[in-house]
């Protein structure tokens, strides 16, 4: 698909549009199935050496509330993605990359495939980091990495970051990754200020060029102690950047029709049904909270999350009821492995 191509649909309205959710869907079915994968989101450590400005884990954000977790409590997560036989977990978390912290996540992944006698599959998404930190993670028994690159237009990704970062820096990790052996992630945010069509459509194509295995997209939700913030009323409105999220899931669908793309929570925050919009779109896995409680209204990369219970077995008994009203259905105990990743390693 041209840019030109990707831009027309991005901007369809009415019929035209909900033809393109179908289609996302149709895809989905007819190249995959019903199925959707869950990975136990664990929201690892609040701290951040970085400053995104539209994060509210940015290190200048002298209110955000910041807290790592204890071993066990990463431990007792992990045990209970086993009891709900998800699978498999990821571990999020601010991105450090002092000694302490890359010895620590080797050590969590480590002992956790220990505990689980290799059952549970890992992600990791801890930002940017050297080929030998990914390399130690890897070895120590993570297979799958998100690292998003936010949005692939260098000029908007050095106005949504401070200058200290580096848009190639960000590429040659992303690389390094798929390189290493991960089933490696990216993604974007939609309805960014200064964002046009022509970036999303890029995103797009960029996400095809490196050939990822898996894609998370979420709507821009500007943050009030961040800088961004002065922009919030310079964005599409919620209802049009709900829908715009909707229609890239399903123009990403059609154009890499095996990846593994993630309905994420921040479509879930802007509308309640969003998360089951986006799979009805051609989204595949949901990452439901295993965070404890009292961490998780102090990670806030964007405000108003959704408030979860704090019965895990209560919230996966709703999600099944929602996911089956749309016809799909949870795959329990499995990783949930990319069927792209999984063909090109078939043929290499
Ligand atoms: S987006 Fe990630 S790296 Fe940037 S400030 Fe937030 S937690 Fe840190």
Known sequence: MTVDEIKSLLASQG??????????LQTKLQTLDNCVHLRGL?????????????????????????????????FDCAQLAMQLHYGSIAIQSGERSDRAFVDKITFLVREIK????????????????????????????????????EASNPDLYYKIHPKDHDFDKRVACIESLIKIGYQTGTGCMIGLPFQTLDDLASDLLFFQEKQVAMVGMGPFIPHPDTPLWQYRNAIPSVAERVQLTLKMIALLRIIMPE????????????????????????????MPNLSPENYRKEYLIYPDKPSVS??????????EKSLQAINHRILYDAWGDSVAFTKQHLKS
């Not at 019929?15 to 996302?24: D, R, S, T, V």
């Not at 704090?310 to 999600?319: K, S």
Request: hydrophobic share 35%; charged share 25%; aromatic share 6%.
């Open 42 to 74: 664990i929201e690892y450590s609040s701290c951040c050496a970085k400053n995104c400005l539209y994060c509210g884990l940015r290190c200048t954000n002298a209110s955000a509330i910041r807290y790592t977790m204890s071993d066990q409590e990463v």
């Open 15 to 24: 019929e035209e549009a909900q033809a393109l959710l179908n289609k996302g």
């Open 310 to 319: 704090d019965n895990a077995i209560n919230d996966q008994q709703e999600l």
């Open 259 to 286: 990846i593994n793309m993630v309905a994420a929570t921040a479509v879930q925050t802007l509308d309640p049904q969003g998360r089951e919009k986006a799979v009805k779109a051609g989204a595949n896995v949901i």
């Open 114 to 149: 220990r505990q689980t006698d290799g059952k549970l599959g890992i992600t990791l998404s801890c930002g940017e980091q050297t080929e030998e930190t990914y390399r130690k993670w890897f070895d120590a028994g993570a297979h799958r990495y998100l690292l998003r690159i």
